[in-house]
Every structure is written in C-alpha cells, then in structure tokens.
T-cell receptor, first 116, second 112 residues
Framework: GAVVSQHPSWVICKSGTSVKIECRSL??????MFWYRQFPKQSLMLMAT?????????EQGVEKDKFLINHASLTLSTLTVTSAHPEDSSFYIC????????????FGPGTRLTVT | GQQLNQSPQSMFIQEGEDVSMNCTSS?????WLWYKQDPGEGPVLLIA?????ELTSNGRLTAQFGITRKDSFLNISASIPSDVGIYFC????????????FGKGTKLSVIP
C-alpha cells in the first residue's frame, strides 16, 4: 500500500508558459500532501503543505501566485508552475501523509521540469 | 530553524562491508525516518522510528531512535551493489502539520 504517483515524470516547456503536475494517492486517501523541490545533489526543500478542501500553506520564500496548489479531492493534488522561467527548472516531488502506525510521508517518483 | 546534521556526506565501501550513518540535531523530534533515493526517483521509506531508544530492523537495515530524541543512526550490513544511492534521514515533530526536516543526505557507493 501507500503508492503515490506523479504525472508527468518529465516535462519540457518554454519560458512564459504554465505547467501542471499531478500527484495522486493510488490506494489510499490523503487529506494532506506535500510538495518539495530538489536541486541537483541537494536535499529536499519543502515548498508547501496541501490540505484537501482548503488553501495550501506555503513555506517562507515560496511565491504562492507562481506555484499554484490545488487539492480538490482526497486522492489528487496539483502543482501548477505559472509563467515558468529557466530558474524554475528543477525536480519536483510530492508526498502524501499516511497514518499507518503514526503518520509517515510516502513520496511520488518526482517530475523533472526543464524550462527553455 | 531546525536542522539535521547528517554524516558522512559520502562513502565508498567494498561489497560485503557494513555501513553506518547518523543524524544529529539540537532539537527534539517525535519521529525519525530513513529514506533512500535513487537517481531521478522519489525517496523511498526504509524505516520509521517512533519511540526514544527504539531499535528497528528491515532486512539488512537497522536503525535506532536516540534516547535523547535528538539523533538516529542507520546501519546496513553486508552491503550489495543495489544499496548504492543517497540515504536521507528525516525527522518529524507532531505539531499537527507532520512536516519533515531532512538531512543533507549520505551518498553511498559500493565497489563490487
């Protein structure tokens, strides 16, 4: 159990366009999902916490108007990178909070975004 | 803010050797987790620890939650080539958000 999928696995887009990344919990319901960004050879950086049916909570320094998060159902959260620029190129990973023993985060496979 | 100091940053070992890595913090956490990340993939949960002093195994992996709640270690016994990857410690404070604080990772290379 606790399988999290992401789509697409990689995407290339032109500067100024918007890109939507989907994060789905496949075999469980997730009221809370998280979005991370990871630069090469670095650790994961939390961008925002996404709660089903409510507005996402963004970490300091993350532009909420640029990184739009929607968690409209218990199995789907989306991250839309608006007006993308080359500096937005990165590896974006989502996770879902699962309450098996306590509460653990299970991660998706990530989405590689390249903005040209 | 909360930080996790993970060491070593990288290590090269011979196949069959045992490996040990650890994470320390100046803050107290309620849960420690260890993840492995392969290139181009998301982290995979290896072991989760919930109580101070807890020692948990998952196959050749063993991890412990430090008694002070400020540290954890991960041991891998009899390493094999597929153990190659980046291992991250992560810690969680159960304040309602369940956010994770990550270490910077330990890059493991196994020489056949």
């Amino acid at each position: 159990g606790a399988v999290v999928s992401q789509h697409p696995s990689w995407v290339i887009c032109k500067s100024g366009t918007s890109v939507k990344i989907e994060c789905r919990s496949l075999d469980f319901q997730a009221t809370t999902m998280f979005w991370y960004r990871q630069f090469p050879k670095q650790s994961l950086m939390l961008m925002a916490t996404s709660n089903e049916g409510s507005k996402a909570t963004y970490e300091q320094g993350v532009e909420k108007d640029k990184f739009l998060i929607n968690h409209a159902s218990l199995t789907l959260s989306t991250l839309t990178v608006t007006s993308a620029h080359p500096e937005d190129s990165s590896f974006y990973i989502c996770s879902a909070l699962v309450g098996f023993v306590s509460y653990e985060q299970y991660f998706g496979p990530g989405t590689r975004l390249t903005v040209t | 803010g909360q930080q996790l100091n993970q060491s070593p940053q990288s290590m090269f070992i011979q196949e069959g050797e045992d490996v040990s890595m650890n994470c320390t913090s100046s803050s107290i956490f309620n849960t420690w987790l260890w993840y492995k990340q392969d290139p181009g993939e998301g982290p995979v949960l290896l072991i989760a620890l919930y109580k101070a002093g807890e020692l948990t195994s998952n196959g050749r992996l063993t991890a412990q939650f430090g008694i002070t709640r400020k540290d954890s270690f991960l041991n891998i016994s009899a390493s094999i080539p597929s153990d190659v990857g980046i291992y991250f410690c992560a810690a969680q404070t159960q304040t309602g958000s369940y956010q994770l604080t990550f270490g910077k990772g330990t890059k493991l290379s196994v020489i056949p």
